[in-house]
């Protein structure tokens, strides 16, 4: 169903100067953080628990809760994830490149409510535009009083870093991120601790939250909790920007109620995606980012909601979803996916750093003709290697998830479409068309 | 510096940079690109100023940026020509949109063309998904973009018809940080001249595309 609501994150999305100071102060911005200032750090925490606001970048874990997880007694940092990496999620690029006041409002918000001494935003390095609106939304700020020393007349005080990726899919998980922000190669760090809130950037208590996290926060503010609760349903609360891509007519972002708006709302209503491309059939969608494991048109029906998805074997996880019609081959969608991986895994764990190459090779030569098989059996056996039992969520052997990821595309597309697979051995090759080209 | 180092105008800024952060290495990254729009690539000259500044060798300067991708240890094309070939870009038809770069650049993906004016690189998804087939210049988005679009793009790049919008490679970025460089510094200048707060030099600050 496709419901009213407020455009919560969004709502700047029309106007061609969204990320000027000037459309920002004219469509209410900075009211969130003066509201926040009139209320304690205690108070701002709690509208954020009561809004059961999940974070965005993609683990779904609430916001409130991981606030409450720092140490109060130490100096604390807060560090806002804009590294977006995931092949096919495009979200935070838009609210970067589009609206970087908001974001810059609500890490001032989160902030100040977890006591941060000072924040960081981490942009990822391709978005050289998206870094130039971020640093001159930074400049901005300040001069209009919203970061530095005495924000909007009170006396709280905040700095805030713009700081540049440099090209490293692995950057996004939060440790690398933190190592990365220290001068260093993207290693995510061995856990325990679990959270940067225990020991994070140079040794300190530290909060990372999404951009799309962040987005949310001002209006949360301004509107309250409750109110943001009141949409979506369950732990699935307020709206979710979704980014659309692959075989449908209307590729793009939608703001979207969570859990009562369904996958056939996104990929078919006029409004939104429009259906797939050139009216063909629906083969397989993946619901959250290509570390999800594929959904089917049986799924169609079900909620854009982090529970549903979840129970039903897979995650919403970074709010993208791509559609792949009829002529789509899943052994060439695999091997692109697998080969993200190798190409991005950082190295530091045999499974995820051998396995993603073994893994790519294997369903490489299936697309080629060169396959065997057998093939089968031993793309899922050195899988197995990586994520023991090919579950879901999956099992780690690894120091980060990027390991357990790799799986996930092709235990789907063999288990789905194993007779396709099979295909590519007994013709010695791909049998479907080249990938058309999309005129633009 | 012979070498390569940084101009004594990109050495005051990096200072500036080095401020921001709680400690100087976590400068390294800032400064490798501050150093590569100056020369498009990270020369010797420029890391070992780097490390100086920050802390470190130069060696564990070049082991650092080593492991990311857009910064180079080698020289570059002035153009770096990067087509996404991820999931939604390749069901866009982005391998044959490559293939055709690959013959209207006349090198192949990796390589760099004789005059030195173009690199090509096979790209992971850019976060323009919805834009496929989705290619970047220097870290400016072009997209949907077929074999057609390709050669314009080729075309205005040649007849620097685009010049406003593709700065040479290494150029992140045209704004720079002007305020609050530290905590410290900004408190002092905000005591020091309240009423120069909203004076001209604000009008006048680096407005992106300026
Ligand atoms: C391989 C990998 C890549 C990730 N990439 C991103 C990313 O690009 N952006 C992001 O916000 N989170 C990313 N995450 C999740 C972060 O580790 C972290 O959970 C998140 O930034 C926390 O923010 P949130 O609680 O607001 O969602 C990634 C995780 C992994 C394992
Ligand atoms: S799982 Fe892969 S990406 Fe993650 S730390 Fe290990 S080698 Fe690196
Ligand atoms: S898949 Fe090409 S930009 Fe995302």
Redesign the interface.
């Given at each position: 169903m496709i419901t009213e609501h407020p455009r919560i994150v969004t709502s700047r999305m029309g106007y061609d100067d969204s990320y000027t100071l000037e459309r920002y102060l004219a469509t209410g911005g900075y009211e969130g953080l003066r509201k926040a200032l009139t209320m304690t750090p205690e108070q701002v925490h709690e509208e954020v628990n009561a809004a059961s606001l999940l974070g965005r970048g993609g683990a779904g874990f609430a916001a409130g809760r991981k606030w409450s997880m720092k140490r109060a007694d130490a100096t604390t940092y807060l560090v806002v994830n804009g590294d977006e990496s995931e092949p096919a999620t495009f979200k935070d690029h838009l609210l970067i490149e589009r609206d970087p006041h908001q974001i810059v409002e609500g890490t001032v918000i989160a902030a100040y409510a977890v006591g941060a001494s000072a924040a960081f935003i981490f942009c990822r390095g391709e978005f050289a535009l998206g870094y130039e609106r971020l640093l001159q939304a930074c400049n901005d700020a300040y001069r209009y009083g919203a970061l530095g020393a005495g924000i909007l007349g009170t006396d709280y005080s905040l700095d805030l870093v713009i700081h540049p990726g440099a090209g490293a899919y692995i950057c996004g998980e939060e440790t690398a991120l933190l190592e990365s922000l220290e001068g260093r190669r993207g290693f995510p760090r061995i856990k325990p601790p679990y959270f940067p809130a225990a020991i994070g950037l140079y040794g300190q208590p530290t909060i990372v939250n999404n951009v799309e996290t962040m987005s949310n926060l001002p209006w949360i503010i301004l509107n309250g909790g409750a109110e943001f609760a009141s949409f979506g349903q369950g732990s699935s609360a307020g709206t979710r920007l979704f980014a659309l891509s692959g075989h449908v007519e209307r590729p793009g972002w939608y703001e979207l109620e969570m859990s009562k708006t369904t996958f056939r709302d996104l990929i078919y209503d006029k409004s939104l995606g429009g259906g797939v491309r050139g009216a063909r059939e629906l083969k397989a969608f993946i619901p959250g980012g290509v570390s999800a494991p594929w959904f089917f048109p049986e799924h169609l029906d079900m909620g854009l909601d982090q529970d549903a998805v979840g129970k039903a074997g897979s995650m919403l996880g970074s709010g993208s979803v791509v559609v792949m019609d009829e002529t789509a081959c899943p052994v060439r969608v695999a091997w692109r996916i697998t080969r993200f991986f190798a190409r991005e895994s950082c190295g530091q764990c045999t499974p995820c750093r051998e396995g993603s190459g073994w893994v790519e090779k294997v369903l490489r030569r299936l697309e080629d003709g060169y396959g065997r098989e057998e093939d089968l059996d031993l793309l899922l056996d050195t899988l197995d290697n990586i994520a023991p039992g090919l579950g879901w969520p999956p099992k780690q052997t690894t120091i980060c998830v990027l390991g357990p990821s790799i799986p996930s595309s092709v235990v789907s597309g063999i288990s789905r479409f194993r007779d396709e697979f099979l295909v590519h051995v007994k013709e010695g090759g791909c049998p479907m068309p080249p990938d058309e080209v999309r005129h633009g | 510096m012979g070498n390569g180092g940084l101009s004594p105008e990109n050495l005051e800024r990096a200072r500036g940079i080095v401020a921001?952060?709680?400690?100087p290495?976590?400068?390294?990254?800032?400064l490798?690109?501050l150093a590569q729009a100056e020369h498009g690539y990270l020369t010797a000259g420029a890391m070992e100023d780097i490390a100086e500044l920050?802390g470190?060798s130069p060696a564990e300067v070049g082991?650092?940026?080593s492991?990311?991708?857009?910064?180079h240890l080698e020289p570059v094309g002035r153009y770096v020509v990067a087509v996404c070939?991820?999931?939604?870009c390749?069901?866009?038809?982005?391998?044959?949109?490559l293939a055709h770069a690959e013959r209207r650049l006349g090198v192949r993906t990796g390589q760099t063309s004789h005059d030195g004016t173009f690199t090509l690189e096979e790209?992971?998804?850019?976060?323009?998904?919805?834009?496929?087939?989705c290619v970047?210049v220097?870290?400016?988005?072009f997209?949907?973009?077929?074999?057609d679009?390709f050669d314009r793009l080729v075309d205005d790049l040649v007849a620097g018809r685009l010049a406003d919008v593709v700065p040479s490679h290494g150029v992140?970025?045209?704004?720079?940080?002007?305020?609050?460089l530290?905590?410290r510094q900004?408190?002092a200048g905000?005591e020091a001249g309240k009423s120069e707060?909203?004076g001209q030099s604000?009008e006048t600050?680096?407005?992106?595309g300026s």
């Amino acid at each position: 169903m496709i419901t009213e609501h407020p455009r919560i994150v969004t709502s700047r999305m029309g106007y061609d100067d969204s990320y000027t100071l000037e459309r920002y102060l004219a469509t209410g911005g900075y009211e969130g953080l003066r509201k926040a200032l009139t209320m304690t750090p205690e108070q701002v925490h709690e509208e954020v628990n009561a809004a059961s606001l999940l974070g965005r970048g993609g683990a779904g874990f609430a916001a409130g809760r991981k606030w409450s997880m720092k140490r109060a007694d130490a100096t604390t940092y807060l560090v806002v994830n804009g590294d977006e990496s995931e092949p096919a999620t495009f979200k935070d690029h838009l609210l970067i490149e589009r609206d970087p006041h908001q974001i810059v409002e609500g890490t001032v918000i989160a902030a100040y409510a977890v006591g941060a001494s000072a924040a960081f935003i981490f942009c990822r390095g391709e978005f050289a535009l998206g870094y130039e609106r971020l640093l001159q939304a930074c400049n901005d700020a300040y001069r209009y009083g919203a970061l530095g020393a005495g924000i909007l007349g009170t006396d709280y005080s905040l700095d805030l870093v713009i700081h540049p990726g440099a090209g490293a899919y692995i950057c996004g998980e939060e440790t690398a991120l933190l190592e990365s922000l220290e001068g260093r190669r993207g290693f995510p760090r061995i856990k325990p601790p679990y959270f940067p809130a225990a020991i994070g950037l140079y040794g300190q208590p530290t909060i990372v939250n999404n951009v799309e996290t962040m987005s949310n926060l001002p209006w949360i503010i301004l509107n309250g909790g409750a109110e943001f609760a009141s949409f979506g349903q369950g732990s699935s609360a307020g709206t979710r920007l979704f980014a659309l891509s692959g075989h449908v007519e209307r590729p793009g972002w939608y703001e979207l109620e969570m859990s009562k708006t369904t996958f056939r709302d996104l990929i078919y209503d006029k409004s939104l995606g429009g259906g797939v491309r050139g009216a063909r059939e629906l083969k397989a969608f993946i619901p959250g980012g290509v570390s999800a494991p594929w959904f089917f048109p049986e799924h169609l029906d079900m909620g854009l909601d982090q529970d549903a998805v979840g129970k039903a074997g897979s995650m919403l996880g970074s709010g993208s979803v791509v559609v792949m019609d009829e002529t789509a081959c899943p052994v060439r969608v695999a091997w692109r996916i697998t080969r993200f991986f190798a190409r991005e895994s950082c190295g530091q764990c045999t499974p995820c750093r051998e396995g993603s190459g073994w893994v790519e090779k294997v369903l490489r030569r299936l697309e080629d003709g060169y396959g065997r098989e057998e093939d089968l059996d031993l793309l899922l056996d050195t899988l197995d290697n990586i994520a023991p039992g090919l579950g879901w969520p999956p099992k780690q052997t690894t120091i980060c998830v990027l390991g357990p990821s790799i799986p996930s595309s092709v235990v789907s597309g063999i288990s789905r479409f194993r007779d396709e697979f099979l295909v590519h051995v007994k013709e010695g090759g791909c049998p479907m068309p080249p990938d058309e080209v999309r005129h633009g | 510096m012979g070498n390569g180092g940084l101009s004594p105008e990109n050495l005051e800024r990096a200072r500036g940079i080095v401020a921001l952060y709680p400690e100087p290495r976590s400068a390294l990254i800032p400064l490798c690109h501050l150093a590569q729009a100056e020369h498009g690539y990270l020369t010797a000259g420029a890391m070992e100023d780097i490390a100086e500044l920050v802390g470190c060798s130069p060696a564990e300067v070049g082991g650092t940026a080593s492991f990311y991708d857009m910064l180079h240890l080698e020289p570059v094309g002035r153009y770096v020509v990067a087509v996404c070939t991820n999931i939604a870009c390749m069901l866009a038809g982005a391998y044959e949109v490559l293939a055709h770069a690959e013959r209207r650049l006349g090198v192949r993906t990796g390589q760099t063309s004789h005059d030195g004016t173009f690199t090509l690189e096979e790209a992971e998804c850019l976060a323009g998904c919805d834009k496929a087939v989705c290619v970047q210049v220097n870290h400016r988005f072009f997209g949907p973009i077929d074999a057609d679009g390709f050669d314009r793009l080729v075309d205005d790049l040649v007849a620097g018809r685009l010049a406003d919008v593709v700065p040479s490679h290494g150029v992140l970025s045209r704004v720079h940080r002007e305020v609050g460089l530290t905590a410290r510094q900004a408190k002092a200048g905000r005591e020091a001249g309240k009423s120069e707060e909203a004076g001209q030099s604000d009008e006048t600050a680096g407005r992106i595309g300026s």
